[in-house]
């Protein structure tokens, strides 16, 4: 028998067969998901994949058309429930650019029934653990586009949400608040329990960062696990990547069909070939010997690991404009 209230704690958020259409556009169809405290889980989709929907319907923003959203025990949640569990930054940057950023902070606070003694307590908080307290007293519109953006995340966290949803938080950021980000983030998973979804295009940030990814195109869910699973899941260990000195659709077509005859798997976007290989990297002298009888000039050729962007690329290819043999 299943402990409702055990699965809820370890699950706070789920997903069963959500669809979403827009006129005659199906955004997002069938998606099932479930999200565990502690852990990142990051969304990875070509432009178009339905993520950002997907994260409208998790924050409540929009309502299914079909399926259901699940938050703790509560099919289909209300917003006074959502916003009290879930805190939500949204790939635009939105910050009250007249108000200091103790100011809004505090009365960010206030909205969600803190005391004010205890908003500016976790103003003042928040302010320290994103290394903003020097600009405390600033008008957030005078902030670098990464501090607003920092601020923005700040928000969506005053009041300690069990489930933080971010939509591209690292959009516009320099080096510096990309880290911050990051071990703020890995923080809250290991140290408070929180649940982290991350929309993302940064592979290898997603790599690094996430407990599990899911990878979604056209709306569905392509593939999901641990971002190990994933690569030893989806071809070789080891790949030979090839660029061409140009593309031109001539040269790769004919190429890409000559080393066909190696038998490995293949995947072609602009001027990029990726074959499987093995850890010897037998196939780097066919691959160039193969190169120069089609007479196609190559940039660079390197034997190498198999990366979370490779399989990517590869379970998308189609829909990018890629070629997957």
Sequence with gaps: MIDRQTESTQAPLRVQQISRTFGELLAVRHFSI?????????????????????????????RPDQGEVILDDTSQPGRREISRRIGYCP????????????????????????????????AMELLEIFNLSPKKNALAKTLSGGMQRRLSVALA?????????????????????????????????????????LSTHDMAEAELLSDRVAIMNRGMLLAEGT?????????????????????????IERLTH???????????????????????????????TIAAAENVAITELRHRKRTLEDVFLSLTAGSMGGVAK
């Design 34 to 62: 479930t999200i565990k405290s502690g852990e990142l889980l990051s969304l990875l989709g070509p432009n178009g994949a339905g993520k950002t929907t997907l994260i409208r319907m998790l924050t409540g923003i929009l």
């Design 91 to 122: 790939q635009r940057i939105i910050v009250w650019m007249d108000l200091t950023c103790l100011e809004q902070l505090t009365f960010a606070g206030e909205l969600y029934g803190l005391s004010h003694r205890d908003a500016r307590s976790r």
């Design 157 to 197: 966290m005053v009041h300690k949400p069990a489930i933080l949803v971010l939509d591209e938080p690292e959009a516009g950021l320099d080096p510096q608040s990309r880290v911050l980000i990051r071990n703020v983030l890995h923080s809250l998973c290991r140290s408070d329990n929180t649940a982290v979804v």
């Design 227 to 251: 971002p190990e699973a994933l690569i030893a899941e989806n071809g070789s260990a080891y790949l030979v990547e090839m660029r061409l000195t140009t593309a031109v659709p001539a040269d």
């Design 258 to 288: 000559a080393l066909g005859r190696l038998g490995a798997k293949m995947v072609a976007k602009d001027n990029t070939i990726i074959l499987d290989s093995d850890a010897s990297g037998a196939l780097v002298r066919p691959v160039r």
